[in-house]
């Protein structure tokens, strides 16, 4: 079993910065980052870390957004930067095993607002 904990988010002003972090237990996870959920959208990938140590992000963050940590380690960093009003929404953690479940954490909410 997996379980995951998330800290970070709150709110801050646009152009701001917060940080995200997310610490799993269990086994080593194959893919472990990041995805949001805002209101009235569906769930979207904001970015992730795979095993061999490659990154993906969505083209909205990117220049913005920094992912860190290692799938060993079972954990991730995200550093936002430069913070917009469409970057508000619950962020979760998400982790995938090697045989492919998938677990999520509970959320996080992060509000960008003047």
């Known amino acids: 079993q997996v379980q995951l904990v998330e800290s970070g988010g709150g709110s801050a002003q646009p152009g701001g910065s917060l940080r995200l972090s997310c610490v799993a237990s269990g086994s080593i996870a194959r893919i472990i980052g990041w995805h949001r959920q805002a209101p009235g959208k569906e769930r979207e990938l904001v970015a992730h870390?795979?095993?061999?140590?490659?990154?993906e992000y969505a083209e909205s963050v990117k220049g913005r957004f920094t992912i860190s940590g290692e799938t060993p380690k079972n954990r991730v960093d995200l550093e936002m930067f430069n913070l917009k009003p469409e970057d508000t929404a619950v962020y979760y953690c998400k982790y995938t095993t090697w045989s492919n479940k998938v677990y999520w954490g509970n959320g996080t909410l992060v509000t960008v607002s003047l």
């Open positions: 870390i795979v095993s061999d140590g490659t990154t």
